[in-house]
């Protein structure tokens, strides 16, 4: 009877090499992962985490994180939102809002005096107060040159603002409806919101006595609707200069 041939030995590492090669693979990622968050400061990483979570950041915690700063896993800190030069806090995110309500209650009561209301939109945030004056009222379609009509609205608006809050930087904003528009002196709607902006705020500065170093003016053209501009009375809506009032309790937002 013949004997059987002894099988040969396989070639290459034992099988048990190659489970215990993944083992010591994860093991190594772990380390090394303890090791990179070593260095993360855990309140801003908490701060960071909390802010996708909807829960209060920055000018409700004060927890304010420095731009261009890296975490230790490589994580972009958030930014700090500084309130009179110091980061902010519960207290200053108080005053600001206090001040935002006073400031709201005042303008109502203000235009609802003059009769000014039906023309005039007040929308509050968080640290500004937007006035949103319709076109009509202030210019001609396709011009930018102020209305007589629009002289004693703007009045009555300069001087509320200097009486009681001189040290809030102001911003003019100009928008349009989506129709073209392209003459030599508005190539488009850009040009014309820019330049109706600016005229509202160089009346601001040259007959009211702002001063320049606390106003800005920019054109938003068509492209931040407050409406779809489908039919003639939205197209109206979306005519408009905002006057965005910040807290006087903020660094200055005029660049």
Not at 114 to 133: F, G, P, Q, R, Y
Not at 188 to 217: D, H
Request: hydrophobic share 35%; charged share 25%.
């Amino acid at each position: 009877m013949a004997r059987r041939k002894p099988e040969e030995p396989k070639g290459g590492a034992p099988e048990w090499m190659a489970t215990f090669s993944d083992l010591v693979t994860l093991l190594f990622c772990f380390f090394v992962l303890l090791y990179s968050m070593s260095n993360v400061d855990s309140a801003k990483l908490q701060a960071f985490a909390s802010s996708f979570r909807g829960e209060p950041t920055l000018l409700e915690t004060g927890q304010g994180l420095d731009v261009g700063m890296m975490l230790g896993s490589g994580i972009m800190e958030m930014p700090v939102h500084e309130v009179g030069g110091e980061t902010s806090s519960t207290e200053q995110f108080e005053t600001i809002k206090d001040e935002m309500d006073t400031m709201y209650s005042d303008f109502k009561t203000y235009f609802a005096e003059n009769e000014m209301s039906d023309n005039i939109d007040i929308i509050k945030k968080e640290d500004s107060l937007d006035i949103v004056l319709k076109d009509k009222v202030l210019f001609d379609k396709g011009k930018n040159d102020l209305r007589p009509e629009a002289i004693p609205i703007l009045d009555t608006i300069s001087e509320l603002l200097l009486s009681k809050y001189p040290e809030c930087d102001i911003e003019f904003i100009g928008h349009t409806d989506t129709d073209p528009i392209n003459v030599p002196r508005f190539p488009n709607n850009w040009y014309l919101s820019n330049a109706r902006a600016i005229s509202v705020g160089e009346y601001f500065i040259n007959q009211k006595g702002f001063s320049p170093q606390k106003v800005s003016a920019k054109g938003r053209g068509e492209f931040n609707p407050v409406a779809p501009n489908d039919t003639e009375e939205n197209k109206a809506k979306n005519r408009r200069v905002e006057i965005r009032i910040y807290s006087s309790f903020l660094g200055s937002n005029v660049s």
